[in-house]
């Protein structure tokens, strides 16, 4: 028996739809224009059409493991009865972390967990409710069947079919997808799928895979990343001139598989209250601002400045050169003035003007229960809705002016 | 709940109920709290180090980040001594004695004192700056022999403004300490000298042979204090502060207090000033 399964697509959410009584299975969803991870329940999985699990999220899964809203201690009080006028409190946490099986992600969401491991789960102090839904989640990752705009998963050490973080892996083939076991937790999990063994497929997988890999943009060499982007922190000009058009809106931030920031806050009132933790972003000006009104980082170059900088320097100085991004290209597809962290990262390190085209995007070919022929990666006939307009198809360099 | 990779699973952002002792008006925005954990068990394996901070808290309004002020050999109580400013802060100013609170602690670095050993030491408090100063001072005075000479300048913007009066006494009264009082500008009766921190310690002309200085307050101070002491020829690693960024965790991980690769709140909030001039100019 290799180590190798395959599914058909019915096959696939039949096991899905099993899994979900007694487990939550969160896939990406469509809701209104944007696609979303969301926990389906197992008569909507019976009945789901595969290619719909699988499309590329807008938002990261980060929130299966990192909510981002959720109670870190529940308070309540009760009068004293010996003295009616003192309260006696007692504190408790309420976090239940549910067996959850995070399932269509692509390889960068996945590494995203790795990157979000090192200061949740390795510091001094250890996130006991990230542990606890890290420990419950079993993280079954595609590999990407084609590549999207603004990817760049080759530039900080990736690539398409990267099995860094996942549990499973599962690939597209003709007819169905072949899964592969990457841990302990994985290979329990696909024990009881009953799925066929697929030897026989090895080759169409690397095959795909390696389709996949050569769509990518030419890989940038990011020499020194760490030490160019730290020695750009007093040129000003850089930031400001990077940062011209950012709106502070935070979009950057909420979308990212990796980014980390949260603020924690109270609500309700002692006698029964939450102490909460919920998301927040380095890109809003309250982030840093003390009571005083002395604010660090008064400009939306400053925090620019901070983002990129924890991205590809502080964070790599911190946990040994592993760069905070895993090259989703979400915060580049998805800022509402098209500020582009690739260009930023590449300028801070070459200190020129850089122009970015992205590859031609094309819509994975849909998965279909009969053989079909292999799809080609043709220009989209059907343009991912994340494609902006202004983006001409080229051969997909990152090319110097 | 000193060392957090031990294992023990303790959860880090759960706090101690603990209870309001006493409360002591140290001023008119500062205000002393003597807290202990309702807790016994937690509170008799309570340790921490000079320097050290807490996350305060009121039930139902929020945390804030305080350094402990009282010294590591009092059993009785964890002193915290709060600035009136936002939210909690004047929360805090509202409780009495039997009152309940929130207390995460020890939390960040300490202060260096093991090798300090055997050197003068001047400590300099700017207005709430002397909190920190406090707990590292009278540790230090609990073990004088094994250091040099020490001594104090605590300067307020007024007599009013100083705080840690009921302190004061036994600081000038002290055979380990010599401790300076200066004020920016004096109403009334003031025995102790006038002028900014920074002309004052000028003119007491410490030694920086063999010295170290730390010193906390506003930045402003800070600014100033700092060049007073270079130019009186103490080298940036002998100089020791301590920064104050806008904290929520606690423990390294909500990203908020970096400065550069460090997290103030864990790497910090004591460093020399010789490893501040390494991280990035953002303060
Ligand atoms: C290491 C360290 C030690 C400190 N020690 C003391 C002390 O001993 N005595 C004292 O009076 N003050 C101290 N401060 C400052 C104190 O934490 C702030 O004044 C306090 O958090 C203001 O809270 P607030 O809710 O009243 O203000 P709001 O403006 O309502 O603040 C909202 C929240 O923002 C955060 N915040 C705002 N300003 C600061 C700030 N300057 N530093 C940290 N967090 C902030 C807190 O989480 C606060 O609850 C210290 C700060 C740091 C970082
Ligand atoms: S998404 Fe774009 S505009 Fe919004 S904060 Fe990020 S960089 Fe600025
Ligand atoms: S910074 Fe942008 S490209 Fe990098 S992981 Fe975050 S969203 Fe993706
Ligand atoms: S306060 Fe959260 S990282 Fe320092």
Redesign the interface.
């Known amino acids: 028996m290799s180590n190798l399964l395959f599914a058909t697509p019915k096959e696939l959410t039949g096991w899905l739809s099993k899994l979900a009584s007694g487990k939550r299975v969160m896939a990406p969803r469509q809701e209104g224009p944007s696609v979303v991870f969301r926990a389906y329940t197992a008569k909507e999985l019976a009945a789901a059409d595969v290619n719909a699990l699988l499309k590329r999220s807008y938002s990261s899964p980060k929130q299966a493991i990192l909510p981002q809203c959720e109670t ?2 529940a ?1 309540k ?1 009760a009068k004293d009865p010996e ?1 009616m ?7 408790e ?1 309420p976090c239940v972390a549910e067996p959850t099986v995070l399932f269509g992600g692509r390889p960068c969401d996945a590494r995203g967990f790795v990157v979000l491991d090192r ?2 789960l390795e ?7 990230y542990a606890a839904r890290r420990e419950a989640t079993v993280i079954v990752t595609q590999a990407c069947p084609t590549v999207l705009n603004g990817c760049f998963c080759n530039w900080v050490g990736s690539d398409p079919a990267d099995k860094e973080g996942s549990d499973v892996i599962f690939t597209a083939v003709d007819g169905g997808f072949v899964f592969e076991a990457v841990t302990e937790k994985g290979e329990a999990l696909l024990a009881g799928a009953g799925f066929a063994d697929a030897a026989d497929k090895a080759e169409a997988v690397a095959a795909a895979h390696a389709a996949a890999a050569e769509a990518l943009p030419a890989p940038s060499t990011l020499d020194h990343v760490q030490e160019k982007v ?1 020695a750009r ?2 040129d000003n000009a850089f930031w400001d001139k990077e940062t011209v058009k950012c709106l502070s809106c935070g979009c950057c931030t909420f979308i990212c598989p990796t ?13 029964d ?1 939450r ?1 909460l ?1 919920s998301w ?1 972003s ?1 890109m809003t000006p309250l ?6 009104g ?1 604010n ?2 008064p400009t939306k170059a ?1 925090r620019m400045r ?1 983002r990129v ?2 991205k590809f ?3 790599p ?2 946990y040994d050169g592993y760069f905070s991004c895993v090259g989703c290209g979400r915060c580049v597809v998805s800022c509402p003035v098209s500020l582009d962290i690739r260009h930023m990262v590449k300028a801070a390190v070459e200190g020129c003007d850089l122009v970015f085209e992205d590859a031609p995007v094309a819509e994975p070919a849909p998965v279909v229960e009969a053989p079909a022929p292999v799809a080609e990666a043709a220009p989209a006939q059907n343009p991912a809705p994340q494609k902006p307009a202004s983006q001409k198809p080229s051969k997909g360099k990152s090319k110097k002016k | 709940m000193s060392e957090h990779d031990c294992g023990c699973g303790k959860n880090p952002y759960m706090p101690e109920v603990a209870t309001v002792l006493d409360v002591i008006t140290e001023s008119p925005t500062i205000k002393s709290f003597r807290v202990r954990f309702d807790n016994e068990e937690a509170w008799n394996s309570f340790t921490y180090q000079p320097g050290q901070v807490g996350q305060l808290s009121v039930f139902g309004v929020g945390e804030s980040t305080f350094v402990i002020n009282s010294q590591p050999s009092c059993k009785d109580y964890l002193q915290f001594s709060v600035m009136r400013a936002g939210e909690v802060t004047t929360a805090l100013h509202k409780l009495h004695p039997g009152d309940k609170v929130g207390v995460r602690a020890p939390l960040g670095n300490w202060f260096p004192y093991e090798d300090w050993k055997g050197k003068d030491i001047i400590f300099v408090g700017g207005g709430i700056g002397m909190a920190p100063i406090r707990t590292i001072m009278l540790h230090v005075m609990e073990h004088a022999s094994e250091y040099g000479k020490l001594r104090l300048l605590y300067g307020a913007r007024t007599p009013e403004d100083m705080a840690f009066k009921g302190d004061l006494p036994s600081w000038l009264n002290s055979d380990v300490l010599e401790t300076t009082l200066t004020v920016d500008r004096a109403e009334g009766e003031w025995p102790h000298r006038v002028g900014m921190i920074p002309s004052v310690l000028k003119e007491l002309n410490p030694s920086p042979d063999n010295a170290i200085a730390v010193l906390c307050g506003p930045p402003i101070m800070i600014k100033f204090t700092l060049a007073a002491f270079r130019e009186l020829g103490f080298k940036d690693e002998n100089i020791v502060t301590t920064l104050e960024r806008r904290m929520k965790c606690g423990i390294g991980i909500c990203g908020r207090c970096n400065l550069g690769g460090k997290f103030v709140c864990l790497d910090g909030p004591v460093f020399t000033q010789a490893q501040l001039n390494n991280l990035p100019p953002e303060m």
């Open positions: 870190l201690v308070f009080s003295d006028s003192k309260l006696t409190t007692t504190v946490n200061p949740y510091g001094k102090f250890k996130d006991p409710y730290a922190f007093t980014c980390q920031c949260f603020t924690i806050t109270d609500e309700g009132s002692q006698l209250g102490r933790r927040d380095c982030f840093t601002m003390e009571t005083s002395h660090p980082r400053n901070n900088s924890h320097s502080f964070y100085e911190r």
